[in-house]
């Protein structure tokens, strides 16, 4: 028995204290930086209580970001949903090469966001771009002449190209989860006179709830802390029409071309970051919890 | 295997129902191979495209865009491989990155299999708290870490990253792992013991090669990650030189709107995203089906 203890922790101490120290540590010590006013890390700190969190409530840009941020999780999530369930009943129905489609859609998400970035550039580009390219050749000449990072799409074109990247890793869930129900639900279904529709929403939604549940808060997790994508999208600095809460965080910590070092307010706000994913996926739970079904 | 098409009644089949049952059958799939082909086509398309134009110069790229490249000029690559320091920070990443994915391997594999297969009391809480990292956002991290990585004289430098990728990696790692371990049956941990193995040895000469599937998943998925990963170098790498290839890539975007050298662009986007796609391409199965391994119990 001894023997065992020893062994548990040798086995856990490694790890423990790497992970101890580099990130609950830090995790932990972040709510007590974001009561104070600090400036750099030479600096004093000054302790004011929950006033960075008074001046976040009305911090015009910080409420920008957190919107685009909600904008990304409810919009981009609920696009990426249909997309992804959509392609997963296409490639479900009997085609050939299921493997090798499931294989393409996912493939956005080996390469490097730096690299994709680059891709959409080009994409939107205005003079020389595909998507302006293929209008034209559609026919669609005045709309083959938009300027897709103008200002006012800029934020929708970003999330068109984040969204295709998500799908991949939607559709592998949901194909897991849709794999593993028996084929002879369907049949009985189809003896039975169910319509397509029918035995979605009564047989492979039911049955496929628990990897829904998953799918979603993965994707609430992810959406919330996504960073690198509108923020290399642009180019050097990101307009603020794809701030996210991550992205301005960074800027207040680190400062764009010019350091801007408001250290205690940076942390206040990857508090409110942690709290944002913790209130999600309780609502979460709480919002998709069903009998889970024993097949 | 799902096969849902094959229902009809074997003993009224007769020539025309044959027919009419194929003419269903494709009017049934082609909307999904028209779907699922072009949503395949623009991806393959777009990385064709990539490295097509990697070889082209630039008045080629903006005069014809999509053509192929007329002759085949590895000049993009060297000048980005060694004027613009591509070949620097490709080391630097695969410096940081192998050393890292070894060291996690070899600290998370313990722990997943101490939590997935040994009950103690407090078991199930610690491994509540290894994976809890998962729903933690990284941003939340980067202060508190800036300060302590200053105090240990580890900021910007290649061993400070690499700790914070390993510590930041353990998470996911055990989620993975303890989904391996704990699907391998008991009864080869009893046995062993029967024949005098110590606790020790059943781990490292029994179920850790019984676990190597899973242990090849967690490292593609980690070198993948770590290999694309550029918002933590970002923050803790400020000297150029120590740059990896995501934050190499990153400045070189950033001056690109300045030079307008495209194809010296492509040419650095291929140098990163090839070792990932070719590893991908030999090993996609196996990475597919470790994303559903701990998300969709079997």
New interface residues.
Partial sequence: MK??TR??V???L???I??L???????A??FY?SVFDWSG?GEAKVFIGLGNYAELMKDSLFIKSFGNTMRILLIGGIVTFILAF??TI??????RGK??????????N??????L???WA??YNPK?GLLN?ILTKLGFVELGKTLWTASDKVFYSMLVALIWIQVG?MV??LM??????P?EY??AA?IEGANAFQMFRKITVPLMW??IT??TV?WS?FA??V??FP??FF??QPPIQIYT??IY??IM??GKRDPIYR?GY??A???V??LA??VV?VVLQRLMRREVHEY | MTNEQSLETPHRISRKSIVIERVKKWLRLTPSYLVLVLWSFFTMFAILWTIASSFKTNRELFTEVWSLPTTISFDNYIKAWTTVKMGKYFFNSLEVVLISLVIILFISAPVAYILSRVRFRGSGVLLLIFTAGIGIPVQLLYIPLFFIMTKLHIINSLYGLGILYIALSIPFTVFILTGFFGSLPRELEEASVIDGCTDFQVYWKIMLPLASPGLITAAIFNFIGLWNEYQVALVFINNPDLRTLPLGLYSLSNAMQYTGDWVGLMAGVVIIMVPTILLYTILSERMISGITMGSVKA
């Fill in positions: 023997v065992r062994m548990i040798l086995f856990l490694p790890a423990g790497l992970y120290f580099f990130f609950l540590v830090p995790a010590w972040a930086f890390f959509l392609l296409l490639i479900n129905v009997g085609v493997k090798f489609f499931r294989a393409m859609i996912f493939m956005p080996v390469i490097a966001t730096i690299a970035t680059t891709l080009f994409i020389f390219a890793f592998v869930l897991a989860g849709r794999d593993k129900i084929f369907y049949e189809k628990d990897v998953v799918a993965l997790i919330l802390k960073f690198e923020y290399a180019g050097i809460v991550g965080l960074y910590g680190f250290l940076a942390t706000i990857g508090v970051l942690l994913v913790i996926i």
